[in-house]
């Protein structure tokens, strides 16, 4: 379980708090939507959640985020990535450049925690095949496209074995086929047990698969709750964040009294479909 | 991006050399360039030792095609320096107040031909090593992690940096940028360039600096490595003998033994 008891986190150079007061546990296993509008606090919670706050940036933080009821401002860094692994934004990025094939990728991380060939060679096969990249095992990162490059950085950490994934905007560079493929591979993760904590701003794809959301305004938590419900506040575009298509023309649809008031308000194209039916 | 270093793949027994052979090489080929008392010396090591290992692992096209076009402008600038400014007793021709004498000439092309076997050394080991079994080969040998990593980035900077710099090029062409132009107006498109390369590159350190640390790269264990390397006794006494000869160049050049 990750705990956030009265978190707030000052960046070096900035005027105010990216984080402010915030208290709240994720428990193990569930899949954790962070959304909010640019600059609300997204990527600082998942630097916090990961413990890349306080150890890699350095600034001023008070309160503490745990797992598993130890601080992670006190763990040794170097051996934070075998208990929380992150994925950033930029897939090009993440490849280490350091190995010449998809399957050696993967492998680096495990060699850095100093795992065996043989359990190596399992971990991998089967990190493979949840995010569906066996066929392209032998080819080289940089020959994929996006959506492959964020799935092998998928892969790296689901071999890793962390307990908690913590994804800063994966998507947020990839075109629609490479957020299929990428919602896809999350969800293959989360199924296999792995606390999700995702910061993004595809909405239609997070309802489907998240079990709750934290909406983040000016770094303070001001909704938190089960995703179709917080996806169709009004508040959503208030904040900035705005509310998926499905769910402003439904809402118009009963402002025009075409549909009865209590439906709740449609997220996905799915939850339209059963709504407008 | 097909790939993050310049080597290329070859079923070649050079290729199957472990990478501190190949290192070793390379140092002597360093060794050489500096410690060889001119041209004709220098030029036959290229001709006679590199290039044939080169062509052994099917990579002398590359290395020759790289190494002229990196050796030519230095080459050109060298000589036209030595060439006018050293002093010599035979003159070849003048240039205004300027005279190009034969001996100038002759010492630019030496130091021509020194960065040619230095240069043609270095490619030949990075055309036919994997950097990153270069790495693991360093990290058996006890050189820490960290520092092997700076190797295997530093092996891989010109080939990202030129990706780079096609990426930003390619977008100031979109949008409208001349580009096809003469070689002073190429000169004054390095501007619009280099801020956002060097920024970029800022940026991209910092964002892979994150993911080797996602990665447990500072972790503090005994590593393991997925890929492995071979070596052999035959390997070990030919790095012997091949640095011996390196030890046997650098004592010649200083006692004096060769001519100036």
């Known amino acids: ?277 | 991006m097909q790939a993050q270093s310049i080597y290329i793949d070859h079923p070649s027994a050079l290729h199957q050399l472990n990478p501190l052979t190949k290192l070793t090489f390379t140092l002597v080929f360093l060794v050489a360039a500096f410690a060889l008392p001119n041209a004709v010396a220098l030029i036959a090591t290229f001709v006679l030792i590199l290039v044939p290992l080169a062509a052994s692992g099917g990579l002398l096209l590359p290395l020759l095609r790289s190494a002229f076009w990196l050796v030519l402008p230095f080459a050109i600038s060298l000589a036209l320096i030595q060439g006018f400014f050293s002093p010599g007793q035979t003159a070849l021709f003048s240039l205004g107040p300027f005279t190009m004498t034969l001996e100038g000439l002759g010492s630019g092309l030496t130091f021509a031909a020194r960065l040619l076997l230095a240069l043609g050394g270095t490619l030949l080991l990075m055309l036919s090593t994997r950097p990153d079994k270069l790495m693991l080969a360093l990290r058996q040998r006890g050189l820490p992690e960290s520092l092997s990593y700076i190797v295997l980035t530093a092996l891989q900077i010109f080939p990202r940096f030129q990706e780079r710099a096609r990426t930003i090029l390619d977008a100031q062409k979109s949008r409208g940028l001349e580009t096809e132009v003469g070689l002073l107006r190429r000169l004054a498109l390095l501007v619009p360039l280099i801020a956002p390369l060097v920024l970029g590159s800022i940026v991209e350190v910092e964002e892979r600096a994150m993911a080797l640390e996602a990665r447990a790269f500072s972790y503090k264990t005994i590593k393991t490595s997925w890929i492995s390397l071979e070596d052999s006794r035959a390997q070990s006494i030919l790095r012997a003998a091949i640095l011996f000869f390196g030890v046997v160049l650098v004592y010649l050049r200083l006692t004096g033994f060769w001519p100036q």
């Not at chain 1, 959304?35 to 998942?46: E, H, I, Q, R």
């Not at chain 1, 009294?257 to 407008?276: I, N």
């Open chain 1, 1 to 277: 379980m990750i705990e956030f008891r009265d978190f707030s986190y000052r960046y070096p150079t900035a005027a105010a708090d990216s984080l402010s007061s915030l208290s709240l546990q994720i428990p193990r296993g569930q899949f954790c939507a962070v959304v909010g509008a640019n600059g609300a606090g997204k990527s600082t919670f998942c630097f916090a959640a990961s413990g890349f706050i306080p150890h890699f940036f350095r600034g001023e933080a008070h309160g503490s985020v745990e797992l598993a009821g130890k601080p992670l401002a006190e763990a040794e860094f170097g051996s934070l990535a075998a208990e929380v692994g992150i994925v950033f934004q930029n897939p090009f990025n993440q490849i280490s450049g350091a190995r010449f094939t998809v399957r050696e990728e993967i492998a680096f991380g495990l060699e850095n925690l100093g795992v065996e060939r043989g359990e190596m060679q399992t971990r991998i096969q089967l990190a493979l095949e949840v995010v569906d990249l066996v066929d392209v095992a032998e080819r080289s990162p940089f020959e994929l496209s996006g959506g492959q490059q964020q799935r092998v950085a998928l892969a790296s950490m689901f071999a890793m074995r962390p307990q908690v994934l913590v994804l800063d905007e994966p998507t947020s560079q990839l075109d629609p086929r490479g957020t299929r493929e990428v919602f896809r591979a999350i969800a293959a993760l989360s199924e296999a047990g792995t606390t999700i904590i995702l910061a993004g701003h595809k909405l239609e794809w997070l309802a489907e698969f998240a079990d709750r959301a934290i909406l983040l305004d000016q770094g303070r938590v001001i909704a938190d709750g089960d995703p179709d419900t917080i996806f169709a506040m009004e508040t959503m575009g208030e904040v900035g964040v705005g509310r998926t298509q499905f769910t402003d023309v439904a809402a118009a649809a009963q402002r025009a009294g075409m549909l009865k008031d209590h439906a709740a308000l449609p997220v996905t194209l799915a939850q339209a479909e059963a709504f407008f039916s």
